[in-house]
């Protein structure tokens, strides 16, 4: 057996939301805005993974799947209000050369990138 999608978002509660993880940003305003009173937590996606890993180490699995390692349309803002990294998957942040507009852009290691390695 295998599991071939395992993942939170990184907010506070993201683990509850599993799948719909994305759905704490509102794109129906000009610019996407999480929505009020999400609480960006790397530390909550991290345990996260460590509990889940923990119990698939039990399970005498042939592979465990990562959703997802970057996403890049998703990147990390200062601003609370604009930070869509927090309905992101991915283990890293993506960080844009300019924030207002696509392009350029590298990653950057959140906690749970370094709980999964």
Known sequence: MAITECGSCTFVD????????????DYS???????????????TQARYFAEVLEVFGSMD???????????????HRPDRRYDM???SYGLVKAIWERPD?????HWERKQAFHTVA
């Open 61 to 75: 699995l042939h592979s465990t799947m990562i959703y997802q390692f970057v996403s890049p349309d998703s990147p």
């Open 101 to 105: 507009l696509p392009g350029d852009w």
């Open 85 to 87: 990294d927090i309905a």
């Open 14 to 25: 993201a683990p509850k939301r599993g799948g719909m993880g994305w759905y704490v940003v």
């Open 29 to 43: 305003k000009p610019l996407p805005e999480v929505k009020p009173g999400v609480v960006r937590s790397e530390a």
